[in-house]
């Protein structure tokens, strides 16, 4: 590295997840230095998203530990903890290709199956092997002209098998191992997919800070439910009501006054507490459709849900309907990772120093408070550090077993309800075993997944097991036997397994010296409403009197252009900041803030279909630019 | 007004800590320069309305915020960018010998794989000259990229790169059309037309 960094900050973050980040940009924004550093190469922690190779090499990296080798000069007086705990790991990883390892027209595709897993097993691990840490041998075949021998061999057989990018989705016996690794960089694959409510906390946050210019968003578009063995659309719309030929006209006359009278209900509670929100449901005698429709898609309850929280639960969902999309859910563009990624940027735009792949030895502490970060062979100063609870030191945490989130990422050759129209899908799939599972099924316009392929993503509270704790769901969604080629259901081409750690409920503040703050990881919620809560708890506590993301200035203000219109644009705008700015504006000058009308880039018009025609018509041009070079 | 401007585009400038990225940046934008800026804080993008062969376009110009210095530049900042300005430093040769680093990240990262790239050497009212205009020239035409020399100071050759970056990106079909209705968040709400009758309004 060219530069050494400070030693001595405000506030010392480490770990890149999505409450270090919102802690990280908030402490910025109120003019903190904070230096924000992580061991990994990459952002996010267990909130990141990779394309595949990288994905594949995380089974690897799996086992890496942080170094603890102490090279510092810590003396006896200093109590000296290393980095590290089981908490940063993924756990029980698995990952299985259910195609060809390449298109060998001379082998017969049962063959192929039969001997798949052999064979790729060993390809997976060679391949990981190489470059665990930078570009990918991949990424330079399809750039450019610094081949090797062995390479160049390899493109050549990739481009015989695949003259034209376009058939890579036309069949599903055609897909290779190989093709679906040549489009590595066209999946992004989150370890923890979310959904925001579109009037929940998150995304009113990202509104008032003004973070939201740094992502886009897309609404999720249909909403399923599955009921008696059947895959069937929750009404989230009065044209979905009256398309949904399942929901007789009684039961949405049922509905309707459930759904008006649950504000009601939730005032004078006419049960009484410890009653489930099912019992509460049936007492309203709704029918069996209904019934499953509002305790387990659009409450999102389980059988053992609580009157009180299913309300709560229900209400939400409503409220959040009709703002961006057709459901109440919004997805961002290129995966979940974008997200913290986001606030990093908003924390490094207001002077946060980030600094990734470092070694982080360990804390010292002085009169049991934290004093400083080993970090190579520095040693850096803070008053206070914030840290994810996988990188903080053995000793800060108790606990004996912790909980699982159990997670499967796969990709398949189809939607699971098939439509002319490409559609991003949230299925809420009620288990026996009474878990909710969780199902994300992403397409192309997600910008995580290529053309004509999707990406299935499917999160539970989980055991130790999770191709066992999905297993009831993915068999139901998917073919059971491989190569039951009648099935209408899609086909698994490729499926990864594994656990993240779910430190939510763990006691984080027992053990740790007042000015240490631990973050947990990713908890089972849909959305990030509970992170978000976490990340301001955390940030209030350091920083008791200090506003919590103000609304950042939009740096773009100044529009300089010909005409003169424009320039009167900014001298208005100016003006109604100036005015609106209520004393707190001082920071916002010094760092040039006129902020200029919202519609520079931030209203754009929402997915219209005959939009998502223009876009198609985009995507097929780029595509077929690709072919012709 | 917006309906006039052909598109926007994502533009992005990269290159080591110190070669003034921001100053091209600024003088761009407002036509300033601060000799004694340090370190960017407080610089996220910046927009500009220029006119190329007729067509308005809007430029969102992006600064790293300063996440260069330990090589930090989050993935998402390269995302969808049709251009990226690489600056180096004629009076210092360690930052030209970087570039080789910084094209290999924008091809890492790059979702578009026609950006359009250009080399810009800066600081050319300097004395000191350690990079030949020969050798960058060299250096640019190996990778395909333009390559143009640049004083932030003087304002010499700023307006001209912005200019031939964007010339190239218009002439390159298929980089710049609008991508798609994707929802950024803003003050308003987008209710589209057939979700405004959602539960609420039946009730």
């Excluded at chain 1, 910025?28 to 990994?40: E, F, P």
């Excluded at chain 1, 886009?216 to 063995?229: A, D, H, K, Q, Y």
Aim: glycine share 6%; aromatic share 8%; with cysteine.
């Amino acid at each position: 590295m060219d530069y050494d960094l400070p030693t001595e900050f405000d506030l010392i973050v480490v770990g890149t997840g999505l409450i270090e980040s919102i802690i990280s940009a908030a402490a910025s924004r109120i003019g903190k230095q904070v230096l924000h550093v992580d061991v990994n190469n990459y952002y996010g922690g267990h909130w990141a998203s990779f394309n595949l190779e990288d994905f594949l090499k995380l089974k690897q990296a799996d086992s890496k530990s942080v170094d603890i080798a102490l090279e510092g000069d810590s003396n006896d007086k200093d109590h000296f903890l290393p980095i590290g705990n089981s908490l940063n790991q993924l756990q029980h990883f698995e990952i299985d290709w259910n195609v060809p390892d390449r298109d060998n027209k001379s082998d017969s595709l049962i063959e192929k199956n039969e001997t798949h897993d052999e064979v790729e097993e060993i390809k997976v691990n060679k391949d990981c092997q190489q470059d665990v840490l930078g570009v990918t041998k991949e990424e330079n075949v399809e750039v450019g002209p610094q081949l090797g021998e062995k390479e160049l061999k390899e493109k050549c057989d990739t481009e015989e098998i695949q003259p034209v990018k376009d058939e890579i989705e036309q069949k599903c016996d055609e897909i290779t191992q190989e093709s679906l690794r040549k489009d590595s960089r066209k999946f992004v694959i989150d370890l923890c997919p979310k959904l925001q409510f579109a009037r929940g906390d998150f995304v009113e946050l990202l509104i008032s800070s003004n973070i939201a210019r740094y992502a886009e968003f897309r609404s999720i578009s249909r909403v399923l439910t599955w009921i008696n063995g059947n895959l069937e659309v929750v009404p989230c719309s009065r044209s979905d009501v009256f398309a949904n030929n399942k929901v007789s006209v009684i039961e949405k006359r049922m509905l309707m006054k459930l759904l008006t009278s649950i504000e009601e209900d939730e005032k004078n509670p006419s049960v009484t507490e410890g009653t489930t929100f099912k019992d509460f449901l049936k007492s309203k005698k709704l029918s069996e459709n209904i019934l499953h429709f509002v305790l387990y898609a659009l409450s999102m309850s389980t059988n053992e849900t609580l009157w009180l929280e299913g309300i709560k639960k229900t209400k939400r969902f409503l409220n959040s309907l009709g703002r961006f999309g057709k459901t109440p859910f919004l997805f961002s563009m290129y995966g979940s990772g974008e997200i913290t990624q986001a606030f990093c940027r908003l924390s490094a735009v207001f002077g946060g120093v980030f600094a990734l792949n470092q070694k982080l030895h360990g804390l010292v502490l002085k009169n049991n408070k934290f004093e400083s970060l080993l970090c190579g062979k520095q040693k850096i100063l803070s008053p206070h550090i914030v840290m994810n609870v996988g990188l903080a030191p053995e000793s800060f945490l108790k606990y004996d077993k912790t909980k699982l989130l159990s997670r499967a990422s796969l990709i398949t050759n189809k939607s699971l309800v098939n439509s002319e129209k490409e559609h991003m899908t949230l299925l809420l799939y009620p288990a026996a075993n009474n878990k909710l599972c969780t199902v994300l099924e992403l397409g192309s316009l997600t910008g995580t997944c290529p053309k004509n392929l999707f990406l299935v993503h499917i999160t539970t509270k989980g055991s130790d097991d999770p191709k066992e704790d999905l297993r009831e769901c993915i068999e139901s969604l998917f073919p059971v036997e491989a190569g039951s080629e009648t099935s209408e259901k899609p086909k698994i081409l490729w499926s990864s397994y594994f656990s993240i750690p779910d430190t939510n409920e763990l006691n984080l503040n027992s053990f740790v010296p007042s000015n240490v703050f631990l973050c947990p990881g990713p908890d089972s919620d849909l959305d990030y409403d509970l992170s978000l809560k976490k990340a301001r708890e955390i940030f209030s506590s350091i920083y008791p009197n200090e506003e919590f993301l103000p609304r950042a200035p939009d740096s773009d203000e100044i529009v300089i252009g010909d005409d003169t219109e424009a320039a009167k644009e900014v001298t208005d705008h100016s003006d109604s900041v100036l005015n609106n700015s209520d004393g707190t504006s001082e920071t916002e000058i010094a760092l040039e803030a006129r902020a200029s009308g919202s519609d520079l880039d931030i209203s754009s018009d929402v997915c219209e279909p005959t939009e998502q025609e223009n876009l198609k018509d985009v995507e097929q041009c780029s595509e077929a630019k690709e072919n012709m070079q | 007004m917006d309906e006039d401007i052909l598109t926007t585009l994502k533009i992005l400038i990269i290159g080591e800590s110190g070669v003034g990225k921001s100053s091209i940046l600024l003088r761009f934008i407002d036509d300033n320069f601060d000799p004694d800026q340090t370190l960017t804080i407080g610089v996220d993008f910046k927009t500009k309305r220029v006119t190329v062969e007729e067509n308005c376009v809007k430029l969102a110009i992006w600064d790293t915020a300063g996440q260069e210095r330990f090589r930090t530049l989050t993935p998402s900042y390269y995302r969808d960018a049709q251009g990226a300005i690489l600056v180096f430093d004629v009076s210092n040769y360690s930052t030209f010998s970087r570039l080789d680093t910084w094209l290999n990240e924008l091809d890492t990262y790059s979702t578009k794989h026609n950006i359009v790239k250009m080399i810009v050497g800066n600081k050319i009212d300097k004395d000191k000259r350690e990079v030949s205009r020969e050798e960058a020239m060299k250096f640019a035409r190996r990778h395909q990229t333009l390559y143009i020399e640049a004083s932030a100071k003087t304002k010499d050759g700023v307006q001209t790169a912005f200019e031939e970056l964007v010339h190239k990106i218009i002439q390159t079909p298929g980089l710049w059309e609008s991508y798609g209705p994707n929802l950024q968040l803003g003050e308003k709400d987008h209710v589209s037309q057939n979700s405004s009758c959602s539960y609420c309004s039946l009730l």
